[in-house]
């Protein structure tokens, strides 16, 4: 082998797996906030917080859309995004089947028991944390309205899988819960005094109608053994707050509004979650 053979083969010895091992995380990471990762014929989007690594472990923000929402209001949100940046998270956008969640009393089907949709985030953890460096002691659960319905499903069914709930403007519906089935777990539910399109006593839609979240905080209250802890004031939310034995919260935090969205909300909670230790 002449000299300069010799290099080219000693080049490309070694440029080959360095070429390789750069292309390991885009082909690893075949989807993400502008492309859908598939479930079977489910879907969800995923960005992770800006700088990462790609290599370490982070939690996640698990977002779920109101009625007809969809995975790219969360991952494009870039108040979301700045968010989770000083987080350290990773931001996951849940899509429903259809236009909504597939809810026990759900106008589409009084009948729904919830079974697919619980299926389904199991799903979404489960792969998101084989593709991701997810950590998946530190995934809190957020949605708004309709989203926030299914925020409560989840902490009332699947509370093992995360370690924190944000209900925003949303709650069961009629008829609410009498119990849950597993652990009682940490709950910030937060909604608007003035809110009509999910009002704090609900409405009726079609043969269906929203829960009351008095009800509702009323069963989990005596569900997870929680105790009143006084009042704060955190900008614009006047918060009732509570906790039990294990340490979990229960607040809710109403503010003077109505059906609005809140990114600094989030941010209250998040806060609020983490100051006890649970993220």
């Known amino acids: 082998m002449t000299t300069v053979a010799f290099r080219r083969a000693f080049l490309l010895a070694w440029l080959i797996p360095t070429l390789v091992a750069g292309s390991a995380a885009p082909s690893a990471w075949a989807c993400g906030a502008r492309s859908d ?154 909604h608007g005094t003035k809110d009509r399109v999910v009002p704090l006593k609900g409405r009726p839609i079609g043969q269906a109608h929203q829960g009351d979240v008095a009800t509702v905080l009323g069963m989990y209250k005596s569900y997870g053994g929680f105790e009143p802890k006084g009042r704060q004031k955190i900008r614009n939310l006047d918060c009732e707050l509570s906790s039990n034995a294990a340490g979990h919260l229960l607040n809710y935090c109403a503010f003077l509004g109505g059906h609005t969205l809140s990114i600094r909300h989030i941010a209250i909670a998040w806060d609020m979650l983490k100051a006890a230790g649970k993220i």
Request: overall charge positive; some cysteine.
């Open 37 to 190: 990762c598939k479930i079977g014929d489910r879907l969800y989007r995923i960005r992770m917080p800006a700088g990462h690594d790609g290599k370490t472990p982070v939690g996640a923000l698990v977002f779920s859309h109101g009625y007809r929402g969809s995975v790219r209001g969360a991952v494009e949100s870039e108040g979301l995004a700045a968010m989770a940046k000083r987080w350290g998270v990773a931001i996951i956008a849940t899509k429903s089947k259809g236009d909504g969640w597939a809810l026990p009393g759900t106008p589409s089907n009084l009948a729904e028991t919830g079974a697919a949709e619980l299926a389904y985030f199991d799903r979404v953890l489960d792969d998101a944390a084989k593709r991701f460096p997810i950590d998946l002691k530190r995934v809190v659960a957020t949605g708004f309205s309709a989203g926030g319905m299914m925020v409560w499903t989840l902490a009332c069914h699947r509370s093992h899988r995360f370690a924190g709930f944000i209900p925003l403007a949303g709650t069961f519906w009629q008829p609410e819960p009498k119990t849950c089935t597993s652990p009682p777990a940490s709950v910030v539910h937060i």
